[in-house]
């Protein structure tokens, strides 16, 4: 089974600060997502990795930004965390590239900036 | 702008009852579409998808969605809902080749009573 490992479950950070969210697969995906998740909006894309060190800007990359140095791994970087970015993260990766492939996800970060 | 809605939020249910949980969308043209759920404490996961072939989809756990193009919609469905289908359910549209271009829906929480 696709393991998608976030490190973090539970964060409080204070205004300001600069927090980093850790992922990592075990199958070898090329592509990797960081989505946010906030009740009665589902879920939106944040930032997406198609390859090491490439990226693309999803529907909310504002306050974010993102590194992939290796391919497992994928890091959301909030850079000045404010409390309007308290929320749930989740990461996912994906086998393929297609619009039909499964996305696997991670159990999910919850962050509470106070 | 593209959209899926689900227009329920919160469905309660009793063990044994019949569900179906609405998912609609704003596009025409070809779609892949997905349910996944998120069981509490859980990860997302996939329930079942669409991208060709027969409209009625099964999936996991006596889950079935069927594709209706003329109304834009994807419901899903279960004969008879068991206490352990509590969880929230979110239905996802994908109208191109990409797999960072899929559009959640906002989450349809489903409490089962025992």
């Known amino acids: 089974d696709v393991k998608v490992t976030q490190s973090s479950r539970y964060l409080v950070k204070r205004t300001g600060e600069k927090v980093f969210l850790e992922c990592v697969q075990d199958?070898?995906?090329?592509?990797m997502f960081w989505y946010r998740q906030d009740p009665g909006l589902g879920l939106r894309l944040i930032y997406f990795?198609?390859?090491?060190?490439?990226?693309e800007k999803g529907d909310i990359p504002e306050g974010y930004s993102v590194s992939r140095e290796k391919k497992e791994r994928f890091s959301l970087i909030l850079e000045s965390a404010s409390t309007n970015q308290t929320s749930m993260y989740l990461c996912?990766?994906?086998?393929?590239?297609?619009?039909?492939?499964?996305?696997?996800f991670g159990e999910g970060s919850w962050l509470t900036v106070v | 702008a593209q959209s899926v809605s689900q227009h329920n939020h919160h469905v309660i249910l009793s063990e044994a009852a019949s569900l179906e949980l609405g998912c609609n969308y704003s596009y025409g043209g070809t779609v892949n579409l997905f349910w996944y759920v998120q069981y509490p404490g859980q990860h997302l996961q996939l329930l079942l998808k669409y991208f060709s072939g027969d409209p009625l989809v099964k999936g996991i756990k006596g889950f079935e969605a069927e594709f209706i193009k003329s109304k834009f919609s994807f419901n899903l469905r279960k004969p008879s809902v068991q206490w352990s289908d509590t969880a929230e359910y979110f239905c996802?549209?994908?109208?191109?080749?990409?797999?960072?271009?899929?559009?959640f829906g906002s989450g349809t929480r489903l409490s089962i009573r025992p």
């Open positions: 990795s198609y390859d090491v060190k490439m990226k």
């Open positions: 996802a549209v994908n109208r191109y080749s990409s797999a960072s271009k899929i559009i």
């Open positions: 996912a990766s994906i086998r393929g590239t297609g619009g039909s492939d499964t996305i696997y």
């Open positions: 199958m070898d995906h090329e592509n």
